[in-house]
């Protein structure tokens, strides 16, 4: 071995232990997010980072029980199940099966793009939705105490923190403490293994003092029991939706940190070969710890912080995992579930910032209205976060597909500086006889029937319209539609007297233009290499009068 290759394998191994401190108590407190028993995040965490790792390119990436997939998955299957009963560990092995289908016939196809459906401000406001909910969930394990199972969540969660008589006391002390540790040591010492401190002080107090609330209790020694998932196929059809959108917040994830992880080292970035890797992980993981795996962007970067660069600190991390689920079964009998909800809790912090939906709004009413509609569409329905995720994400394409129908049409006038500028923006004069349109976008069969509107309203403003210049510099995109669009104007135009010229149009355009063999006259008209010129021409061409633009004659 070379000296390089011990200094590396020593920085992969100390990553690798850090990552494992982190994610031995991340595993057990996001597996009971998940509604599952937190031994199953443990093995979840010891069999998904190694095979991700494996297949995957990202040498920094971390799969594993996560935050946000874990309480994503739990919202697909609340219609169907009591959170940890049998049948509830049934469908989480089937929707771990349905997830790792989607994300392998997505890797497949190459279709690592439709991370890309959910825009920012959509997954701003479900991560602020998701970081509300997720403390009313974790609400009854922090105070002992049972919620009304038949009321809506947020409601069960108001009447049971205005029912103290109910808390159990020691529980409500212990998730207390536990909150205002974790949170004392993420503000001072953020360094330190601070959820792995806690949850060892918890479980130890528990100990010593006897404590009587809720604990994770005897976890079982040796390989766990297989899990088998459901087979009912009309249970399957109902959650595959919800296993889609599962597997594209997952993706979302994905693509986060190998982005970050490859601004920081100058890896290549194969997405679709990591979600291959997150497919084989949650397939991996379906028969025995059915906690959906996901990339976790805080572990992946502190695998960078710690010098971990090879797939052996992922390897590490998920040894240290497994022998958690191995041997410290009698360790963990006495830890508190109220510290493992107190450690849910204090990671939704950075969840909850609301800046992103802000500036969505300050940049784009739509973006804005698409992530406010998803922030309260979730709130209303959960704990089905899929429903409000979905209502996010199609109100988001629905915006957008009318954006793409209705582009930026602007009038253009002669600037004092010899520039076509925007005239209602920069109030400049109009000419009745020359009109000039800057069309921002494409002209597609979803934006045609804009286009014929807005020369048409052109027209019926000014009566003595003679030439109408179309500025293609923001046209980027034509297709058989726009230009039968086009042609049906060059038509109109003309039988009215009007000449249809176009001018700054790309030569990919007009290669478009000469394929479809529209008239020589109308491809004449739209060569003009400026605005500047398709006016002078043309106006000298039909005797055109003087214009608003013009310099002043003598007097």
């Not at 200094?7 to 990552?19: E, I, K, L, M, Q």
């Not at 976060?385 to 209705?406: D, W, Y």
């Not at 004092?416 to 920069?426: I, L, N, S, V």
């Not at 007009?510 to 739209?526: G, H, K, S, T, W």
Request: positive net charge; charged residues 15%; proline residues 7%.
């Amino acid at each position: 071995m070379k000296p390089g290759d011990a200094v590396t394998t020593r920085a992969d191994v100390v990553a690798g232990v850090a990552v494992g401190l982190l994610l031995v108590p991340q595993a057990m407190a996001y597996a009971q997010l998940a509604g599952l028993p937190p031994a199953m995040g443990l093995w979840c965490a010891a069999i998904a980072g190694p095979v991700a790792a494996l297949l995957g390119r990202c040498h920094q990436l971390n799969a594993g029980p996560v935050a946000m997939t874990s309480v994503v998955a739990a919202g697909a299957l609340a219609p169907f199940a009591a959170p940890g009963s049998p049948d509830w560990i049934a469908l989480a092995g089937l929707l771990c099966l349905l997830v790792a289908g989607v994300r392998l016939l997505l890797a497949a196809v190459r279709g690592a793009v439709l991370a890309d459906l959910i825009s920012q401000p959509v997954l701003a406001g479900f991560s602020i939705a998701a970081a509300l909910v997720i403390p009313a969930t974790q609400l009854p394990l922090l105070v002992g105490a049972r919620p009304d199972a038949d009321a809506p969540l947020f409601l069960a969660a108001g009447a049971l923190l205005c029912s103290p008589w109910h808390w159990h006391p020691a529980t409500v002390a212990m998730g207390a403490s536990c909150l205002i540790a974790l949170w004392s040591l993420k503000r001072w010492l953020p360094r330190l293994p601070g959820m792995l401190l806690v949850i060892a002080a918890a479980t130890a107090t528990a100990w010593a003092c006897g404590y009587d609330g809720a604990t994770v209790g005897a976890l079982p020694l040796g390989l766990p029991d297989t899990v088998r998932p459901s087979t009912d196929w009309h249970t399957a059809l109902a959650l595959l939706p919800g296993a889609a959108l599962v597997a594209v917040i997952g993706l979302a994830e994905v693509v986060t940190v190998t982005r970050t992880t490859a601004a920081m080292t100058r890896q290549e970035i194969d997405t679709d070969r990591e979600l291959a890797g997150q497919g084989a992980a949650a397939l991996a993981t379906a028969w025995i710890a059915p906690v959906v795996p996901s990339a976790s962007l805080s572990r992946s970067m502190l695998t960078l912080r710690e010098g971990g660069r090879t797939r052996l600190s992922a390897a590490v991390s998920g040894v240290v995992a497994l022998l958690a689920a191995l041997c410290c079964g009698p360790l963990l009998t006495h830890l508190p579930l109220a510290a493992l909800a107190a450690g849910v809790v204090i990671a939704l912090g950075p969840l909850l910032d609301p800046r992103p939906l802000l500036r969505a709004w300050r940049v784009s009413r739509s973006d804005g209205f698409a992530g406010g509609a998803t922030l309260v569409a979730t709130l209303v329905l959960a704990p089905q976060l899929v429903t409000g995720l979905a209502i996010g994400v199609g109100s988001s394409l629905l915006l957008f597909l009318r954006k793409l129908m209705r582009p930026r049409v602007v009038e253009l006038s002669l600037h004092p500086d010899g520039t076509w500028r925007d005239a209602e923006r920069h109030g400049l004069a109009l000419s009745d006889e020359i009109a000039i349109l800057r069309w921002e976008g494409r002209l597609s069969f979803a934006s045609a029937a804009a286009f014929e509107d807005a020369v048409l309203a052109t027209m019926a403003r000014r009566p003595r319209l003679r030439l109408l210049v179309l500025a293609a510099e923001g046209l980027n995109d034509l297709d058989a539609s726009g230009v039968e669009a086009l042609l049906r104007m060059h038509e109109r135009l003309g039988g009215n007297g009007i000449v249809l010229a176009v001018a700054s149009c790309r030569a990919p355009l007009l290669d478009v233009m000469r394929r479809a063999r529209l008239p020589e006259a109308f491809l004449a008209e739209a060569a003009h290499r400026t605005v500047g010129s398709a006016v002078n021409r043309n106006a000298m061409r039909l005797g055109l009068g003087p214009q608003p633009w013009d310099p002043p004659t003598g007097p």
